[in-house]
């Protein structure tokens, strides 16, 4: 086994909890068609991401090669292998926002937090993100932390946002 | 107030809405209502997106007919209570304006009618619009006289290819075996493109309509939705609508009495765009990763498990109830050629009016544009060129604004109809910086299967780059060309023959632009960073002072009656001023 599939602990410990949590999703997708990605797709709501140990318990209870999983994992671009900060940033880089400056607001943020799209900052605050059209191109160019939305953004105000929600939390 | 139906008020609340604020601009109505006693005279509907982005949108419906506000805030909604509701009057500051009007009365809408007009959550106000009646209507009929509806009316697919529908239905009737797929293709991949969404939150009943039309038809007794992680809105609208459907009895075992049976499931994509390939998809929805596979043999045949797969878009599906409706004859006699019917566009960029705009088949881009798109957004602006298609169609210049958007004229120009993603450039546009944007896009999102695409394009976003980096040379052009041709003739699914079309269009229509990087080293539309001095031309510079404000880091000084400098030491090249000069004096 590589690395990436071995069942050792990444950071957190797995605890016991968290082990009957993926039995029982594992359980209730035994006998389906289809099961891996939506599977894996739950095990990602509950832990925010796909730790190392479910893989292993998931291919050692549905017979899979743990290869399989991780050709999954990293295929799709929605599957994260690691934890994430805690404010998520999603950065439109739609082609809307592309011709309205979403380039620049993406270079931008990460300057300012120091990270790649794909990264999270190393206090653990924010996880940046480029996606393909947030569905509000009129408001173009848009940023998205958690669960809002902003539009018409520019680099003055992001720095303000990223101000707010550093001394707020 | 005493008519039996109560008087609405219309709160558009898709995604655009969300993210304008419409919650609490429905619970500041709530408010109102509450506080000044009227509650039970009004009601609230939370519909999907109308589709122009000038949210939030807010109708009210009452006997002196139906008025529209826009750009409504939380903060407006006391001035309507007040002056509408219970004044009589209007609250003249949000009335939507002749834009609007516009935008709506220069379309054509029938996949789109019920978008922004019922509630999507409840089935009796899709029912009382005619909603399942189509059904009724087909299983009445013979599952071959609803193919040879769907035949007759010309529809073709709306994901794409432009493939005829009624005919691929009846590929998979005719295929061998008794077990049958129809899927949904919700992936809606391209990065400017918003019309399937809108539909699922608005509408979602006409897409399990069109869906059950069509298991009935070729045959299936399960059909399966894929639809993008990244719609979560739309996801649950479809549960929803999923469930109240299967509770009246038009999902599940014997629907209507039919003897028909047919059930439906969602699966959630997980973000790669390759899915919305359909052989892809059909691996994705097995578990696998989506790695397309020559066809034939082709999905109608051996798709899903192996079983016989009807594959269609949503746009696509939403039309079947109103041809099953209206008879193929309404439909055809709508559109040209052999493009019948209407098409949905998700307009943006540039434009004064975004979003999601319909029309008939065979109207000219420029009657779109300039029609419910409302023309260039800004006066100072001017249209430089239109993006249709997005990662797999072209840019196309003012001169070609005269083509009918039919699938063998749009084809004629090197784009293609795609799925609907329509993006207005102007002057402030780069068209090579805008080929590198969707090869960027094409190379991280290639499966890497095959050699031309996953080494091809790289090839090409690397000479592309170097363009953009004043490095390119002449043979660079040809280069672009011979292997844009190469790919488009030799990879196997249609991500990689298509990749190439943003740069062999723009090479075609805006050689220009790629003469002025290589012989000049200069980007005239001034977006390429490296060909930028961030320097004022005090030849141009009017002394307006506009820039300064806009500047993120201090980098510009100005003074009243000077002109305005940079200092390059705290410029981070964020080209904001540049945007923002009206007298493109900074260079
Ligand atoms: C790379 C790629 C991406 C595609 N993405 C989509 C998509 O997002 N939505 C869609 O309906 N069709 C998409 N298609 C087209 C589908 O393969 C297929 O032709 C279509 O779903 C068939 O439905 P229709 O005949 O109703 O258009 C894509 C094709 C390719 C090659
Ligand atoms: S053309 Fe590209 S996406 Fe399609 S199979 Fe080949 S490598 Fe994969
Ligand atoms: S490019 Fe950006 S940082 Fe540089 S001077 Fe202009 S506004 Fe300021
Ligand atoms: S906005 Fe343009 S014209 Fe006005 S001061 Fe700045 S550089 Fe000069
Ligand atoms: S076990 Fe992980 S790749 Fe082989
Ligand atoms: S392109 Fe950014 S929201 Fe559509």
Known sequence: MCENCASSPSGKIFSEKDNSEVSKLIEKYRSKKGFLIPLLQDIQSVFGYVPQEACGMVARELDIYPSEIYGILTFYSQFYMEPRGKHIIRVCQGTACHVMGGREILEFLSDELGIEDGESTDDGMFFLERVACLGCCGMAPVVMIDEDFHGRCSIGNLRKLVEEYRSKD | MSENKKNRILICSGTSGVSAGCGKVRSRFEEELRNRGIESDWEIVSVGDRGLFRDVLVDIMDSRGRVSYEYVSPEDVSGIAESHLVGGGLFNERLAGDDYKNFFEKQTRIVLSNCGEIDPDKIDEYIERQGYAALKKALD???????????????????????????????????????????????????????????????????????????YAAGAGEGFIYCRAEYPLAIKKLKKAISLAEKEGFLGDNILSSGFSFRLNIKEGAGAFVCG??????????????????????????????????????????????????????????????????????????????????????????????????????????FKGVQIGGPSGGCLPEDLLDTSIDYESLNATGAIMGSGGMIVMDTGSCMVDIAKFFLDFTVAESCGKCVPCRVGLKRMQEVVELITYGKGTDSHIDFLRDMGNTIKNTALCGLGNTAPSPVLTTLRYFDDEYRAHIDRRSCPSLVCIDLLNFEVNEELCKKCGKCLPVCPSDAISWRKKEFARIDKDKCIKCRACIVECPFKAIE
Not at chain 2, 144 to 154: C, L, N, Q, R, T
Not at chain 2, 163 to 175: D, M, Q, S, Y
Not at chain 2, 190 to 197: K, L, Q, T
Request: glycine letters at 14%; aromatic letters at 6%; a negative charge.
């Open chain 2, 277 to 382: 390939e359909e052989t892809a998809l059909l691996a994705s929805i097995e578990g696998r990763r989506g790695m397309p596979v020559p066809r034939p043999p082709f999905p109608a045949v051996e798709g899903l498990w192996g079983k016989p797969t009807l594959i269609n878009n949503v746009e696509t599906l939403a039309n079947v109830r109103h041809i099953i409706l209206n008879g193929a004859k309404w439909f055809s006699s709508m559109g040209s050629g052999d493009s019948k019917g209407t098409k949905v566009f998700a307009l943006a960029g540039k434009v004064k009016n975004t979003g999601l705009v319909e029309v008939p088949m065979g109207t000219t881009l420029r009657d779109l544009i300039f029609g419910p798109g409302g023309g260039m957004a800004e006066r100072k602006s001017e």
């Open chain 2, 141 to 215: 009929s013979s599952p071959e006289e609803v193919i040879e509806e769907i035949k007759d009316s010309g529809l073709r697919g709306r994901g794409g290819a432009g493939f005829l529908a009624g005919l691929k239905w009846e590929f998979t009737r005719n295929a061998s075996g008794s077990e049958k797929y129809v899927v949904c293709n919700a992936d809606e991949g391209d990065p400017g493109a918003f019309m399937d969404r809108s539909i699922l939150e608005g509408d979602p009943h006409s897409v399990i309509e069109g869906m059950a039309i069509a298991g």
